[in-house]
């Protein structure tokens, strides 16, 4: 059964950095990304990487300020997360999927395992 889990979530101060582990039993998948939810949102995308070729993805409010990497030797993704802001505050959600389709890994249908999530909370 597939796992993913999460850490390294916690408080900061604006303006701080937080760094998020993703590790998925052990392997790893096409496709890998990071999605949020704050309270009565919903959950939105946040970065995406395809673990062949490297290739990132970020949504607009995070660029520049997020990286998503991995590790291969520990099957590992990362969300460094720098620069943090009050509205950055959410729930964050490490989710894997098989499939390769950069033009559709921005919605959290395209992803079939999810971690458990991890509150990441910045105070102004």
């Known amino acids: 059964q597939v796992q993913l889990v999460e850490s390294g979530g916690g408080l900061v101060q604006a303006g701080g950095s937080l760094r998020l582990s993703c590790a998925a039993s052990?392997?790893?998948?096409?496709?890998h990304g990071w999605f949020r939810q704050a309270p009565g949102k919903e959950r939105e995308f946040v970065a995406a990487?395809?673990?062949?070729?490297?290739?990132?993805y970020y949504a607009d409010s995070v660029k520049g300020r997020f990286t998503i990497s991995r590790d291969n030797a520990k099957a590992t993704v990362y969300l460094q997360m720098n620069s943090l802001k009050p509205e950055d505050t959410a729930v964050y959600y490490c989710?894997?999927?098989?499939?390769?389709?950069?033009?559709?890994?921005?919605?959290?249908?395209?992803?079939?395992?999810w971690g458990q999530g991890t509150q990441v909370t910045v105070s102004s």
């Open positions: 052990g392997r790893t998948f096409s496709t």
């Open positions: 989710a894997a999927s098989n499939l390769a389709l950069p033009s559709s890994n921005r919605r959290p249908a395209y992803y079939a395992y």
């Open positions: 990487l395809t673990w062949s070729g490297g290739n990132t």
